[in-house]
């Protein structure tokens, strides 16, 4: 079986910046790590993005300054192209709404490959979608590659802008769903009250004290009692009843929000997990990542337990569906997206 040179590029929902990771892979079970580094966006190009949410296309020239900017990451990443196969390039979401059969990721795949001489793939997500699943969590596929030599069931919890989760059976077996908000309620509060990007270490957070009638609110959104599989935007939940909490107080009670959406999503897993296993901006969180421990019934710890990088997980998962996607592998299932059979997905671009 080949064996592809791939670049997987991550931007997802928040708004930090672009993960790149370059990977050698099958995308089956051969797997390995070369090389990783994340970028971040340039406030100029942060606010063009910001001005897409909730569109369903993009504004301007965002769609090609995002572009160029992945290929700009991808040079820092210090790689000869001439030896790189493919890219997986999952592009920023804007606007996710399955219900309405639609879900948008800006980044322009065949201008990608024409600036790189790289063949590209990209539009992961609308495959899934028009098949009427929810074109959301994709990464489960690759966590159960992560999962092969693991002891099972195991969970893996990504905190990303939305949070989700990948659990692995015994014998393999996927369930997977969004749980309910990650780091980007908390990134916005952070920018609004303060300036800053994000809670470093959750420092906010464990400062304050939560609002639990508030709390109670944000829980009581009819998403948190909607069957499995299921996604969501990541603007779904921004009601702003907490606006009048002070600046900690708020980052607690966002932040509990998060730990108590995730520890919901155990009543769907059929025999409790042996671990969860946690990637994503969220695992950095003191405050998020005490309360899991506190409130879940099994041993919580971060990917690197593994000797993995839960900042670059996401970029290699897109890297290995590239992969998947050129052979006509399955990216989602039922029991993932809720689409009705296993299907592949993605748009292949000719670097000409």
Excluded at 1 to 9: D, E
Excluded at 129 to 141: R, T
Excluded at 186 to 213: H, N, P, Q, Y
Aim: proline share 5%; aromatic share 8%; net charge neutral.
């Amino acid at each position: 079986m080949k064996i592809y040179k791939v670049i997987g590029l991550m931007s997802g929902t928040s708004l930090d910046g672009v993960d790149v990771a370059l990977l050698h892979t099958d995308g089956e079970s051969f797997i390995e790590r070369k090389a990783f580094l994340s970028v971040p966006y340039d406030d100029d190009l942060r606010a063009k993005i910001r001005a897409c949410f909730g569109k369903t296309a993009a504004e301007g020239d965002a769609e090609r300054a995002l572009t160029e900017f992945h290929a700009e990451a991808i040079k820092k990443l210090g790689v000869s192209l001439k030896d790189v196969d493919l890219i997986g390039f999952h592009g920023q979401t804007i606007f996710h709404a399955p219900e309405k059969g639609f879900t948008c990721q800006i980044g322009d795949g065949a201008l990608l490959a024409s600036l790189t001489g790289v063949k590209v793939v990209n539009d992961f997500r609308t495959a899934d979608v028009k098949a009427g699943g929810q074109g959301a969590p994709l990464v489960p596929v690759y966590h159960q590659a992560l999962a092969a030599s693991l002891e099972k069931p195991v969970v893996f919890l990504n905190i990303g802008g939305v949070a989700n989760v990948t659990y692995v059976g015994k014998d393999g077996e996927l369930i997977a769903f969004d749980t309910g908000p990650g780091n980007a309620l908390i990134d916005d509060w952070m920018l609004r009250k303060t300036g800053r990007k994000f809670d470093e270490a959750g420092k906010i957070a464990l400062s304050g004290k939560v609002d639990e009638s508030i709390l109670r609110q944000l829980l009581s959104h009819p998403f948190f009692s909607a069957p499995v599989p299921k996604s969501l935007d990541r603007d779904a939940f921004a009601s702003r009843i907490y606006e009048g909490l002070s600046t900690e107080d708020g980052a607690a009670t966002l932040a509990a929000f998060t730990v108590q959406s995730i520890v919901r999503a155990a009543q769907y897993f059929p025999v409790p997990p042996l671990r969860w296993i946690v990637a994503g901006g969220g695992r950095h969180n003191k405050f998020m990542m005490q309360q899991l421990q506190k409130n879940l019934k099994a041993p919580v710890v971060p990917i690197e337990d593994m000797g993995l990088d839960g900042d670059a997980t996401e970029a290699e998962a897109f890297a290995y569906m590239a992969v998947r996607s050129v052979r006509g592998l399955p990216l989602s299932f039922p029991m993932t997206t809720g689409v009705p059979q296993p299907m592949t997905g993605g748009r292949l671009h000719s670097c000409r």
